[in-house]
């Protein structure tokens, strides 16, 4: 195939394909911050990572290489509600305490799980 073909071809593709950024940051006040679960998706890598505990979202992206069971594993719900994970896992209240300080907001009533009526009920949900 000549040079001219796979450029011409590169060019009809990059034209067709529209790419869709990060979503728009929510407008909320500090600590008010409601962050959707399609930004969260956007959020899915070793160098920018969060993920949604009990409908909360944390940025836990400076706290992967200090996570005792390793980045691996936290890297697998990259982006995505882990708290069957968080939960299964047995964690200590201490641990729930720790990731306060990585909280940067939390979901929609509408997207959430289980802090909103007639969600999810466990025993160990923080308020």
């Known amino acids: ?11 009809s593709i990059s034209s067709a394909v529209k790419y869709i950024g990060p979503v728009s940051l929510s407008t909320v006040g ?18 920018d990572c969060w993920m949604i505990i009990y409908d909360r979202v944390y940025d836990i992206t400076e706290f992967l290489d200090e ?5 691996d594993l936290l890297l697998e719900y990259a982006g995505r509600d882990a708290t069957v994970a968080f939960r299964g896992s047995g964690h200590s209240t201490t641990a729930l305490k720790l990731l306060e300080r ?22 160990d949900i923080p308020e």
Do not use: Q
């Open 67 to 71: 996570h005792p069971g390793g980045v």
């Open 30 to 47: 500090p600590g008010e911050r409601e962050i959707t679960l399609e930004e969260v998706l956007w959020h899915d890598t070793r160098k």
């Open 1 to 11: 195939m000549a040079k001219a073909t796979i450029i011409s071809i590169a060019s």
């Open 102 to 123: 990585y909280m940067i907001g939390e979901l929609p009533v509408n997207e959430r799980i289980f802090r909103k009526n007639g969600g999810f009920k466990l025993s």
